[in-house]
Every structure is written in structure tokens, then in C-alpha cells.
């Protein structure tokens, strides 16, 4: 069999690539932390290894995470926005028609000043009958929220729903105003 030499610049990358794959990155010296975000669309919602434990670079197991929105800390909201809710909405959106979403389109524009604060500043609607009051608005919207939306968020949270009065645990009211 025949072998061929690779140049040693070569040899050097295929070395850091497949020694990243796994998980020895201080060969490579590269850090792959990432900076503190209040943005969940910016967050990776992924640790990094740092490889200077006396492990071997061996990845602890993580926490289990909590298994609702109301048992998460900030911090786990702020990640699973971003991981997937965050991407889980892009999607919808994008079947809609939507060529973009972005944190404000729920949050509201001012979502930075209020810290994310839920309900914001959403079209108000009816607390009597918010589908019916979304439906006076504009009809197809409604269905999709209704019918996609509500539903999918709702599971996201872990939370009930009721997808034909709009109202539960999470509901039409959890991101739009009263009126």
C-alpha cells in the first residue's frame, strides 16, 4: 500500500478539527465561550468546555432541567427562549409568510427596557372572548395564533390551553393586552 504525505499545514488543521470534535480544545487553544446576553435570540443555550479541568476534558453531566416555565430561574428562561421557543416561533412565522421574527414581535419593541415582560404591548383584546375580539381584527391572523400559535407555545411552557375560548394557563391574554 502506498501512502502519501499531507503537507504539515494540512495535518495541522485535520489535527485541531478532529481534536475539537472531541472536546480536546485546548489543543487548539481556542475559546469557545460566549459572552453573558440578556438577548435569548443571541444565546446558544450550549456550555463550552474549557478543557482545564484534570478530566481529560470530560464534560460533566448537566442538570436536569426544570420541567416548567414557573420552576425556571432567569437565567434557564433567558436560554429557553433563545433554544426553543425562540426558533420553534421562527418557524410558524416563517410558514405564515413572516420573512423575519425577532424577540420583539412578542416581547414588543421596548422588550430590552421591561425585562421581557409579558403582556407588553400586543394589540389589546377582550378578555371576555379574545379569539372573537382577534377574530374583529383581522380573521386570518387569529386562526393562525389559534391554531398554531397558542397551541404550540402552550406546549413549549408545559402549560394548559384552551384553543376555543383562548384562555388557560397560557393564553391569548399571557402576550396581548386587556382591553
Not at 22 to 40: E, I, Q
Not at 96 to 123: I, R, S, W
Request: proline residues 6%; charged residues 25%.
Amino acid at each position: 500500500m502506498r501512502t502519501r504525505n499531507l503537507p504539515s499545514s494540512l495535518t495541522i488543521s485535520l489535527c485541531l478539527l478532529l481534536s475539537a470534535g472531541f472536546g480536546m480544545t485546548s489543543l487548539s487553544g481556542c475559546d469557545k465561550s460566549k459572552p453573558a446576553t440578556d438577548d435569548p435570540s443571541t444565546t446558544s443555550g450550549v456550555a463550552a468546555d474549557d478543557g482545564g479541568g484534570d478530566d481529560g476534558g470530560a464534560v460533566e453531566p448537566a442538570e436536569k432541567a426544570p420541567a416548567t416555565w414557573a420552576e425556571m430561574d432567569r437565567d434557564a428562561r433567558m436560554t429557553f427562549m433563545g433554544t426553543k421557543v425562540l426558533p420553534a416561533m421562527k418557524e410558524s412565522f416563517k410558514a405564515q409568510g413572516f420573512d423575519t421574527f425577532k424577540c420583539a414581535n412578542c416581547h414588543g419593541a421596548d422588550y430590552k427596557e421591561v425585562d421581557f415582560k409579558m403582556p407588553n404591548d400586543l394589540t389589546p383584546l377582550n378578555p371576555d372572548n379574545p379569539i372573537q375580539s382577534g377574530m374583529d381584527l383581522d380573521e386570518e391572523m387569529t386562526k393562525f395564533m389559534v391554531s398554531s400559535v397558542l397551541p404550540q407555545m402552550a406546549e413549549l411552557l408545559g402549560e394548559e390551553t384552551d384553543v376555543t375560548t383562548g384562555k388557560g394557563e397560557f393564553g391569548c391574554l399571557s402576550c396581548h393586552l386587556s382591553e
